[in-house]
């Protein structure tokens, strides 16, 4: 199999920047998103922006006290 082509270089050999990244991506963490219906996508991102926003606001509390 052979690397996608934004992970070559115009000689052909792998870019050794995207290999090192694409070395550390979980990949099926990205197709079990893609399962999900864009309805729960969307959820899911919803409660990942209520969670940092209680981060935020914690972060604050704690630096105030």
């Known amino acids: 199999m ?3 082509a934004h992970s070559r270089s115009e000689a052909g050999e792998a870019d050794p920047v995207v290999a090192a990244y694409l ?4 990949r099926t963490l990205i197709r079990q998103n893609l399962a999900l219906t ?3 996508r969307l ?3 919803q409660a990942l922006l209520a ?6 606001r914690a972060g604050k509390a704690a630096r105030r006290a």
């Not at 969670?51 to 935020?56: I, K, P, R, S």
């Open 38 to 40: 864009v309805e729960r």
């Open 23 to 26: 070395r550390d991506v979980d």
């Open 43 to 45: 959820a899911n991102l």
């Open 51 to 56: 969670f940092a926003d209680e981060l935020q």
């Open 2 to 4: 052979t690397a996608p």
